[in-house]
């Protein structure tokens, strides 16, 4: 049974940093594409980072550009977020995903398997 299990949320203060773990079991981790979601009350689930299976090229969403860092380590069947600059607006229940292509998509249905989530709050 797939399963991805994303650490490292928290409280933390605005202008503060945060790096959130993805771990994924039974599958080819190497194998898929992985995303980074995220859902705040009351929203609807929107792409945040994306990475190849490779580790080579990646995508983001404009919110976060330049704040937010998605890697990845094959060998130990992770995936990152290095969070940064955090604002009160990224409170939110972050999800991990993992999508059976190359190149990551920033649609929630090429996503086949998902995290339980990871509540992160930014206070100001």
């Known amino acids: 049974q797939v399963q991805l299990v994303e650490s490292g949320g928290g409280l933390v203060q605005a202008g503060g940093s945060l790096r959130l773990s993805c771990v994924a079991s039974?599958?080819?981790?190497?194998?898929?594409?992985m995303g980074w979601f995220r859902q705040a009350p009351g929203k609807e689930r929107e792409f945040i980072a994306g990475i190849s299976w490779n580790g080579g090229p990646t995508s983001y969403a404009d919110s976060v550009k330049g704040r937010f860092t998605i890697s990845r380590d094959n060998a130990k069947n992770t995936v990152y977020l290095q969070m940064s600059s955090l604002r009160p607006e990224d409170t939110a229940v972050y999800y991990c995903?993992?999508?059976?292509?190359?190149?990551?998509?920033?649609?929630?249905?090429?996503?086949?398997?998902w995290g339980q989530g990871t509540q992160v709050t930014v206070s100001s």
């Open positions: 039974a599958l080819t981790f190497r194998n898929y594409a």
């Open positions: 995903a993992a999508a059976g292509t190359a190149l990551p998509s920033s649609s929630r249905s090429s996503y086949d398997y």
